[in-house]
């Protein structure tokens, strides 16, 4: 909802994008074309990508109000951009719905958007107090939930792996302790506890020192979003719905994310698959459904770190469909980030 200022319900609406030139520069949009911005957020690449070609683009988010202030687009654009609050995970069946079966780009800026982050309303950042929610959709279980009734194990598990908390098993115990006396309802309240049980001293980024909360609350929105398996579907989507010549365009913050985008390309590109030395490269090319365009890691740059710190951490990772029929394989992981079952038990 928006008010006559121009604000959202939880607060201005204002999102910087991340790496947007170089964005616009790999997906490198042409007229006629079909485009997918995978995670609409603030809108930028989806504006971006409209401005710089006479293209159509289909723009996703799981988060309904971000489709919902961004209507006026629809219109603005029409009949080039439709606007579909889905998950990124549902886009083969999306586009089956409007009868398009090959696009010419994808692009998903993974994780929390400023947006998301700024309104405390939404319970995802421990620098703004709020209740404890950090759904990026408006169903099923809330932060509240996974921090008050999971078993320790279960907790200690999901802040260990999906936040990498080298302390998970102090923070998992201490929040169990402090629930048994009164629930956890804020996001105040659970950054405290996390502070007090393993403090400030051994954890510097950048030579500076970051919040021990920043782990732990990671580690609850990616699991209640279940945003690592929403990313390896997306992949595996792409495989399947990009034209030949069709670019792939991740943008992710951390190196879970990144790991799982690493793995994928690296398979069908065939750059980790044992081959033999006297098989000629042209043939061993010929084979893979995938092949990088740029330098397979793209990283911010300076000065646009300076004037947004949130984009130092992120990393961009481009390929392109061949001709060749892509190999779904699930299994080309190094870890299964699955929890689907202890999040449907909530």
């Known amino acids: 909802m928006m008010d006559s200022s121009g604000n959202t319900a939880g607060g201005p609406i204002h999102h910087i994008p991340v790496m947007l030139s170089e964005v616009l520069e790999a997906l490198a949009p042409r007229g006629g074309c079909v485009y997918v911005d995978g995670t609409f957020g603030g809108g930028s690449y989806t504006k971006k990508i409209l401005e710089y070609a006479d293209c ?29 609050n889905s998950r990124f995970s549902q886009l083969e069946s999306v586009l089956e719905n409007i009868n398009i079966e090959k696009v010419s780009g994808i692009v998903v800026d993974i994780g929390v958007s400023s947006m998301q982050l700024d309104d405390n309303a939404r319970g995802f950042s421990f620098q703004l107090d709020g209740p404890l929610d950090m759904r990026m959709g408006n169903d099923g279980p809330s932060a509240y ?94 495989g399947k719905v990009l034209e030949t010549g069709g670019r792939l365009v991740v943008v992710s913050f951390h190196s879970l994310e990144d790991r799982i985008v690493k793995e994928f390309l690296n398979y069908h590109t065939g750059k980790n698959r044992a081959v033999s030395r006297y098989l000629p490269i042209g043939d061993l090319d010929e084979k893979n459904s995938f092949k990088y365009v740029m330098s397979k890691l793209i990283k911010t740059g300076n000065d646009e770190v300076s004037k947004n710190p949130r984009s130092r951490s992120a990393r961009m990772r481009v390929a392109e469909r061949t001709g060749e029929i892509f190999r779904e394989n699930l299994d080309i992981y190094s870890k299964s980030y699955d929890y689907k079952d202890l999040l449907e038990r909530l």
């Not at 723009?59 to 439709?82: G, V």
């Not at 999971?150 to 998992?172: F, P, Q, S, W």
């Open 56 to 84: 159509n683009v289909i723009s996703l988010d799981r988060d309904i109000h971000a489709i919902n202030n961004a209507k006026y687009l629809e219109t603005f654009y029409t009949p080039r951009l439709k606007l579909i």
């Open 145 to 238: 939930d996974v921090v008050n009734n999971l078993e320790e194990d279960e907790l200690a598990n999901i802040i260990k792996i999906l936040g990498e908390e080298k302390l998970a098993r102090m923070v998992a115990r201490s929040i169990v302790r402090e629930r048994s006396v009164c629930p956890i309802k804020t996001t105040f309240e659970l950054r405290e506890i996390i502070a007090q049980a393993i403090g400030w001293s051994y954890r510097k980024v950048d030579k500076k020192t970051i919040h021990p909360a920043t782990r732990t609350f990671q580690a609850i929105r990616i699991f209640l979003n279940s945003e690592l398996h929403e990313l390896k579907q997306l992949l595996h989507i792409s």
